[in-house]
């Protein structure tokens, strides 16, 4: 090839989100975010966000 001066093409890694092993988990709050106490109802998000440069997660508290 380098004799002939061609040169490959190199493709970009497609885009796969990432499953996880859990899978879904139970709704143990069932969308009831009022505490008659602070600290007894804690929830967090992860979002995962396709970039251009390379995939980001955002961890939303």
Known sequence: ???????SLIRG???RSYKGRL??????LN?????TKPGQKWVTDAT?????????IYHLY
């Open 31 to 35: 969308r009831d975010f009022k505490a």
């Open 48 to 56: 995962e966000f396709k970039g251009e440069v390379k995939n980001c």
């Open 23 to 28: 899978g879904a988990v139970p709704n143990l």
């Open 13 to 15: 890694k497609k885009y």
């Open 1 to 7: 090839m380098k004799e002939m001066g061609l040169k």
